[in-house]
């Protein structure tokens, strides 16, 4: 073992003559304020967190598989809700599109302007049940992304239309 000692030796003798410990203290450091800084960039959190979705409003009045209730202001197409799914998630089979269109419904019960995503579920012939053209703020359709009158169906792996649920974005803070 006597060489493995005059080995270390050597080499603790080499590093201690290259460096301080000062730097040495600053390079610890850095690497432990970096490591703890991690998990905060912005990739890190968007990558695991499902809170990002905001929370709906507390108050929800109305029934889901009426053209009436508030989220459903500005639909063209049938509700997930009557069709196997909820008003914000696909029925069993389909898959939701990320691609959407965006409409702004006022919920009654604290008369607030909302931000709704209409997200058309794929994969599955029309679902036929609950028709909705409510149409508020819709525009023509030459004008594709302020236009409900389209299939959303973009990025799913298909690009049959079958219903649409409706998520609450957020609060419309200003009239565009
Ligand atoms: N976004 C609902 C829809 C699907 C197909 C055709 C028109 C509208």
């Not at 000692?5 to 080499?11: C, G, M, N, Q």
């Not at 509700?79 to 269109?101: Q, R």
Request: net charge neutral.
């Amino acid at each position: 073992m006597k060489w493995f000692d005059h080995i270390t030796e050597s080499l603790s003798r080499k590093v201690a003559q290259s460096s301080s410990r000062r730097s040495f203290l600053s390079g610890f450091g850095t690497a432990l304020i970096g490591g703890a800084a991690i998990p905060i960039l912005p990739v890190a959190r968007a990558a695991d967190n499902d809170s990002q979705q905001p929370a709906p409003p507390a108050e929800d009045p109305g029934d889901p598989t009426t053209c009436e209730y508030w989220r459903n202001c500005s639909i063209d197409g049938f509700l997930c809700s009557c069709c196997g799914g909820t008003k914000t998630s696909c029925p069993p089979g389909t898959e939701m599109s990320p691609i959407t269109w965006i409409g702004t419904c006022r919920n009654p019960a604290d008369g607030k302007d909302y931000i709704i995503s209409y997200n058309d579920c794929c994969g599955k012939t029309s679902c036929g049940n609950c028709f909705c053209n409510t149409n508020v703020g819709d525009r023509p359709t030459y004008r594709p992304h302020t236009a409900n009158d389209y299939n959303w169906c973009l990025g799913t792996s298909s690009a049959i239309y079958h219903c649409t649920v409706t998520l609450v974005l957020g609060i419309a803070t200003k009239k565009s």
